[in-house]
């Protein structure tokens, strides 16, 4: 048997990576296929043509920063959450439970072989 690390069925674990992942694909393969080449900017040698380029460009750094931020704030906050269920747990003097009743709780216990895998 294999071992789970998220606890998620793997066709639950497949449909929910895939409906996340595919917004940022649509956008990719948006960007790809009206992004301009440099050299059809410089062809051109427009004022409109540079505009959308340099537009382009910004948006597609600004998305960027924007979902790496989004994903720093959320992993903050599960830290966040994970650090306070282990205060509260272990200043009650009792062990996280091995059986796992949240994923905080199965990263802080090591499994039987005592190797903790995150």
């Known amino acids: 048997m294999i071992p789970r690390m998220t606890g998620l ?3 639950s674990y497949l449909m929910a990576s895939s409906a996340g992942l595919l917004p940022t694909q649509l956008l990719n393969s948006y960007l790809g296929t009206t992004l301009r080449t ?3 900017v410089i062809a051109e ?5 540079y505009f959308v380029f340099c537009l ?3 948006v597609s750094i600004g998305l960027m920063f ?6 720093q704030v959320e992993l903050d906050a599960a830290i966040a959450a994970c650090e306070t269920e282990l205060k509260t747990s272990l200043g009650k003097g009792t062990q ?3 059986g796992g009743a949240s994923l905080c ?5 090591p ?4 190797v903790n895998v995150v």
């Open 111 to 114: 499994p039987a072989g005592g």
């Open 66 to 71: 924007y979902v790496v931020h989004r994903a």
């Open 105 to 109: 709780a199965k990263r802080a216990a």
């Open 96 to 98: 996280p439970p091995a």
């Open 9 to 11: 069925p793997l066709p």
């Open 56 to 58: 382009q460009i910004v």
């Open 45 to 49: 040698q427009s004022v409109s043509g």
């Open 38 to 40: 440099m050299e059809d």
